[in-house]
């Protein structure tokens, strides 16, 4: 069974913006986040590893072109080694310092062979006017896009996970961005506490209002290095069953529009560090029975 033909796969947008496969290098740019350093909190988001959600990245101590060297010989077996690369800026919020040390990291990615653009995670209250004016320069340079962590749109749930800025926040960034022709993605985490269904599919139907061209799905991780490691300890709540998982994704799948690529169906727990759910190791496995729901079921991404 081909996935894409029933949603709109990160893999197909790539060969058909650049021509041919396209492989995603994750790499530590040896950022901060506001959420951490205490300018907001000191306690970051509350599902976020030690390592700012970049558990699988190099170590920042190496330089970019180390991390990018190192991760094109580990997958060099599986991909080969003529393959064109987006270098991901994972870990942390990477627009978070001055414009010359982003442009210090961004082009020592670009400048290194076959990495044909640049994907950076950051947080909507990273984005200064001289941040932005330097995304949009960049963006007429290479293939740009910028992720934000949005998980949810209900504010109650935004405070108990200290995400620490607001709706208002968000939006703004969203308009900055695409008036300036930046290409946005977005994360949802599905399987909050407290967020039913309903919750999560006013979420999906938000953000198919909005300029954006993706959307990452995620599963809610608990982490033994994360601060919702040590909640889920003493506080254990009712997590969404894999079955639930994959129904609340084709639902989701429903009603985003079918122009939005899909990044990302489920995400990646360490699991050196995840006490829960454990159904999630298996990512292969997950994304197989979240196909064969999609085919069994006849559901197509932006059409309900």
């Excluded at 990477?94 to 990291?105: A, P, Q, W």
Aim: charged share 20%; glycine share 6%; hydrophobic share 35%.
């Amino acid at each position: 069974m081909r996935i894409e033909e029933h949603i709109y796969t990160l893999n197909t947008f790539l060969k058909e913006r650049h021509g041919q496969k396209i492989i995603k290098l994750s790499i530590d740019g040896g950022f901060t986040c506001p959420n951490r350093d205490g300018l907001i909190s000191s306690d970051g988001c509350i599902f976020c590893s030690e390592r700012g959600s970049g558990d699988f990245t190099p170590s920042h101590t190496k330089d970019i072109s180390s991390q990018l060297a190192a991760s094109v010989q580990l997958l060099s077996r599986k991909w080969g080694t003529a393959s064109k690369y987006i270098a991901y800026f994972q870990s942390y919020s990477n627009t978070y310092g001055s414009v010359s040390l982003l442009k210090e990291k961004f082009e020592e990615a670009l400048s290194f062979p076959n990495v044909q653009g640049i994907a950076i995670a950051t947080r909507p209250d990273c984005l200064s006017d001289s941040v932005l004016a330097y995304l949009e320069e960049l963006s007429h340079k290479t293939h740009l896009w910028i992720e934000l962590g949005l998980q949810t749109i209900h504010e109650k749930t935004a405070l108990w996970m200290n995400r620490g800025y607001s709706m208002q926040r968000f939006e703004q960034a969203v308009q900055d961005l695409s008036k300036r022709n930046v290409e946005i993605v977005v994360h949802l985490i599905l399987g909050l506490p407290n967020e039913s269904i309903c919750d999560m599919l006013a979420t999906a139907h938000y953000i198919s209002n909005l300029p954006l061209q993706g959307v990452k799905l995620h599963m809610l991780h608990i982490l033994d290095n994360a601060p919702l490691g040590d909640l889920y300890k003493r506080q254990p709540f009712e997590m969404l069953s894999k079955d639930e998982y994959i129904s609340t994704v084709a639902k989701v799948l429903q009603i985003l529009p079918d122009h939005f690529v899909m990044h990302r169906l489920t995400g990646d727990g360490d699991p050196k560090h995840l006490i829960a759910p454990l159904w999630t190791k298996n990512k292969k496995q997950l994304l197989n029975e979240i196909y064969y729901y999609l085919k069994n079921n006849h559901i197509y991404q932006g059409k309900s």
